[in-house]
């Protein structure tokens, strides 16, 4: 089978404007984090810089490197690529709270009108919609089902432009999954943390089942794959298999790690301050939405 369109090292998106664009973000949010660590109590630390510069790494890689080139011939190359748009890049990229670093050097007019938008009910409601977990939960497994049924996950193969779409998408729904597990700024606690836990649950769901019928199933469910270029010896069926036992692996222990911390947090033992209040009755005080200042 001769390479798709989109999978060409050569193409201008992926050669040159994609790694182009990266080296710019992660030139930009250096710039601004070497000149805020010093002097700002809410200096991002160093980890967390960490954090960012290792996500738009691994963005490259599931979108521009050379690795990008086989998933065209081998599901589990696709599904890596997948693992990294969805599952590993996005938390990496909201530990690094880019939205706070770059609110910092944003134009004062700016500042000013996003930060009066923001305080706006109507925004504020709309905010804990969109990042709610239900929404959020929705977005993230409707666009995993969708793109592994077998024609639009044809389309993405095959395509250039629906391949960027679903690529985008991925990268999206996953943004938007992590959001409320990391809680980056300006995030608003809206719920109890122990439902986070549940909410983590019900995400491995659908991997669970998607993977569990690619691994079994004793039939290619992608014909795509069948007429490709077999590459390291894998027949299509133990591509689709290696596939979904890589997906069913990693989606399980990156879930496990923030439920278990989670839980610990839960678990820790009460501050002295959080039991006279409920001794005395009154509300465990909670912490203050984290907002956009206007200045």
């Known amino acids: ?3 798709s369109a989109h999978s060409v090292p ?12 990266i080296i710019l973000a992660a030139f930009l949010y250096l710039r601004v984090w070497i000149f805020t660590r010093s002097g700002s109590a809410a200096a991002i630390p160093a980890w967390k810089a960490s954090s960012f510069l290792l996500g738009i790494v691994l963005v490259w890689m599931a979108w521009g490197s ?5 998933d065209h011939s081998l599901l589990t190359v696709h599904m890596i690529k997948h693992l990294l748009l969805m599952t590993f890049a996005p938390p990496l990229i909201l530990l690094g709270e880019p939205m706070k670093v770059f609110w910092g050097v944003t134009p004062l007019l700016a500042r000013s009108t996003l930060g009066h938008a923001w305080h706006r009910p109507l925004v504020q409601r709309l905010a804990r919609i969109v990042t709610g977990l239900v929404l959020c939960w929705t977005a993230s497994t409707l666009t995993l089902i969708a793109w592994h049924v077998p024609t639009l996950f044809a389309l993405g193969v095959r395509s250039e432009i629906g391949h960027t779409v679903e690529q985008a998408m991925f990268f999206g729904a996953g943004l938007l999954f992590w959001w ?3 809680q980056p700024w ?3 606690v809206t719920g109890p943390r122990w439902s ?3 909410y983590l649950f019900l995400a491995t769901l659908p991997c669970d089942i998607l993977s569990g019928f690619l691994v079994f199933s004793d039939r290619v469910a992608y014909p795509v794959y069948s007429s490709a270029p077999r590459l390291f010896g894998f027949s299509a069926l133990e591509d689709q298999q290696c596939a979904a036992a890589l997906m069913w692996t990693c989606v399980t222990l990156v879930y496990l790690l923030p439920a278990a911390i989670i839980s610990s947090k839960l678990l820790a033992p009460r501050t002295s301050r959080e ?3 409920q001794f005395h009755g009154g509300p465990v005080p909670q912490s ?3 907002s956009l200042e206007v200045v």
């Open 186 to 188: 300006p995030s608003t």
């Open 275 to 277: 039991l006279e209040s």
């Open 288 to 290: 203050a939405p984290r």
């Open 196 to 198: 986070m836990l549940l």
């Open 180 to 182: 409320p597990v990391i």
């Open 1 to 3: 089978m001769s390479l």
């Open 10 to 21: 050569g193409s201008w998106t992926h050669a040159v404007l994609l790694p182009l664009f």
């Open 66 to 70: 050379p690795l990008a080139a086989y």
